[in-house]
């Protein structure tokens, strides 16, 4: 199911085909090099089929990103539900992304966010949407200001997930965007 079209990406649901481009984000070192693990095969698997569910269920998740020329996967980049109860209300939705690092430069991110905003609010009604990133995750937060979204450094908070034997990685930056039509 394709979810939203730009002028270079198809935002769509996974296919059996992207299984091997999403197990190589989940283990690329580079890609998640903000992250307290990386992902065996299986875990990318499970991970995946997850998030199918999610969309199919919800409408909301973390979508496949194609680029429309090739057809060929890059990543992805959506908006789920952000669930943490404990630092966020349960309504909290959040926009999310990775990139194989091939794909990285070229906008992509940005192209797929704007758009993903834009049907947050105008297509979901959605009244506003958190994104956060390890605080020091430059290239993360880099986009989000590009996307528009406004630094909360009131929300700021130690991520519940990451264990304590990375420190580096628990404080996490808190950006928004609140409702109305995202420009490019």
Known sequence: MVVLET????????????????????????VMEYFA???SHAE???????????IRDTGLG???????????????CGLSPASMPEIFPAETVEIGWRLA???WGHGYVTEAARAL?????????????????????RRSTAVMERIGMKRCPQMDFDHPRVPDTHPHLKRH??????GGRVTP
């Open 101 to 103: 690092t091939r794909f």
């Open 173 to 178: 930056a808190v950006y928004a965007a609140m």
């Open 7 to 30: 002028a270079r990406l198809r935002i769509r649901s996974w296919i059996e085909g992207d299984r091997d481009l999403f197990r190589e984000i989940n283990a690329d070192p580079k």
């Open 44 to 54: 990318s698997d499970a991970l995946l089929d997850k998030l199918n569910g999610s």
């Open 62 to 76: 973390f979508y496949a990103l194609e680029l429309k020329e090739t057809r060929e996967p890059i990543g992805f």
């Open 117 to 137: 905003l834009d049907f947050a609010f105008t297509g979901k009604g959605i009244p506003a949407v958190l994104a956060f990133a390890v605080a020091d995750n």
């Open 37 to 39: 693990f990386r992902r």
